[in-house]
């Protein structure tokens, strides 16, 4: 993060004879101070001051004439004064000094001395620079990864970063943004997020740092932040349906070093219990402007009903390497889970309302679960061509597995409480998808005009397997 803006350096000169350097934000100031002296600017002392820094020239000025002498140090640095030869009083001498200068020496009422700048003159902006950590803000950074270009916010339909939330899927990341509902999420084990009444479960409108991905579930631990955009706008990033995209970024390796470890315990009645805990580290690999980071999580709990239990794990490194015009990220992320496959609760045929039992009450069997494995390989190279072009390159390669079981619920007969049920599964399900991107952005003058340009292909392939279906 940069800021630009005018910063005053004061600049005092008495008749001490020490000099004390100071440097900030990149301008060096000098600073010279002692104490107060009597009136001295009627008194006319003999000089000999030759040609040089106008700094300089003003220090032995106030020495050797006893005055104290301040004003703003970017007013003469990088001037140079005529000097001084003769015999003066303090006014005339610093007249001599500053003729033509754009400064002239303002007396003040106990016979000091102020530097003024005259009204035409201009000061050279002085540029400060700071660096803030993103980490620790509420303000989001531009959505480049979902648009391939670095677009404002306030550009952007929606953008939502996570921070105190703490959401355990997109569902919960996404309950408070407008226009998105949750569609058929195949017994709680799937993202499915209808945008503006679009969507469905794996239909490539569920990103992961700008690339789809074909995997039931998009939120994890190495999750940084989501980014939403809606409506038909999303026709323009790619193949899409015209309700939006869902963007999950990942956190990327820093050369700063940062270690976390949290834990998490749950309790519920009955003795349903849980815990889990994740591990984030990050950090620099010597002076090789390499990147590190290496994100652990885990989740053992017991399921809210009467039976079933969810598990997941994950293990997701990823190294950076951060150049000077080059940036280069590698990440891969390993997921293992078990999910109850839990349909809900049954309604009653005779009001359309849920039977009269108790929420927690499951009429499936425990073998009711999906039990699988995801894996996720992702490569960036970005480059910056110079002020105006830059390049991007992405690949991405993402494989899901899983085998589900269901009991499924055909038919009650509330009168006499039988329960027809139907033994289904799926056996062998593999999803794969590939997807490169490839693209060209510049700005460039056209009559006087700025024209931004954005070129840029991307392929897919993806393929989803069902080896056994059972019905």
């Not at 709990?301 to 997941?312: A, K, L, P, S, V």
């Not at 110079?386 to 993402?398: E, I, R």
């Not at 009168?415 to 952005?441: K, P």
């Amino acid at each position: 993060m940069h800021f630009h803006k005018r910063r005053p350096f004061y600049l005092s000169l008495t008749p001490l004879a020490m000099i004390i350097p100071l440097t900030v934000g990149g301008v060096s100031a000098s600073w010279v101070s002692t104490a107060s002296a009597t009136d001295a600017s009627a008194l006319t002392h003999r000089f000999s001051i030759e040609k040089g820094p106008l700094t300089g020239q003003l220090v032995r000025f106030a020495q050797q004439a006893g005055i104290e002498l301040a004003g703003n140090a970017a007013y003469t640095d990088g001037k140079v004064g005529p000097g001084l030869d003769g015999n003066y009083s303090a006014t005339e001498g610093l007249t001599v000094l500053l003729a033509g200068s754009g400064i002239f020496a303002a007396q003040q009422s106990n016979g000091s001395y102020t530097l003024v700048a005259s009204e035409s003159m201009e000061l050279r902006a002085t540029q400060v620079e700071a660096n803030s950590d993103r980490s620790t803000s509420y303000q989001p950074t531009g959505a480049s990864s979902i648009l391939h270009s670095d677009r404002s916010t306030l550009e952007v339909p929606q953008v939502v970063v996570l921070r105190d939330q703490k959401p355990r899927n997109l569902d919960d990341a996404l309950a408070n943004t407008s226009g998105i509902t949750q569609g058929n999420t195949l017994a709680a084990t799937q993202d499915t997020l209808m945008k503006r009444g679009f969507g469905g479960n794996r239909d490539g409108s569920i990103m992961h740092n700008g690339m789809p991905i074909v995997q039931g579930r998009g939120l994890s631990a190495t999750a940084d932040s989501v980014e939403v955009l809606k409506g038909p706008a999303s026709l323009l990033y790619g193949i899409m349906d015209p309700g939006g995209v869902v963007n999950v970024v990942s956190k990327r390796p820093q050369l700063e070093s940062y270690n976390a470890i949290s834990g998490r315990a749950s309790a519920y009645a009955h003795g349903r219990d849980g815990s889990g805990g994740s591990f984030d580290s990050t950090g620099g690999l010597g002076d090789s402007r390499l990147a590190y980071r290496m994100v652990m999580d885990y989740e053992d709990e017991d399921y809210w009903r009467n039976f079933g239990i969810h598990r997941e794990s994950l293990v997701a490194p990823s190294l950076a390497w951060y150049g000077d015009t080059t940036q280069v990220v590698l990440s891969y992320e390993h997921r293992e889970f078990l999910y109850p496959f839990d349909r809900g609760t049954a309604l009653d045929p005779r009001t359309n309302h849920p039977l009269d039992i108790p929420r927690t009450r499951r009429l499936d069997e425990p073998f009711n679960e999906m039990e699988g494995r995801s894996d996720l390989t992702q490569l960036s190279v970005d480059h910056q061509f110079n002020d105006n072009w830059k390049s991007h390159f992405g690949y991405s390669w993402n494989r899901e597995t899983y085998d589900a079981n269901q009991l499924r619920i055909n038919a009650i007969n509330a009168a006499t409480g039988a329960v027809t049920r139907s033994n289904d599964a799926t056996h062998g399900a593999v999803s794969t998808d590939s997807f490169a991107i490839a693209d060209l952005e510049g700005t460039f003058q056209i009559a006087g005009f700025q024209n931004d340009l954005q070129v840029g292909v991307d392929d897919e392939k993806r393929k989803i397997f069902r080896s056994d279906l059972l019905r």
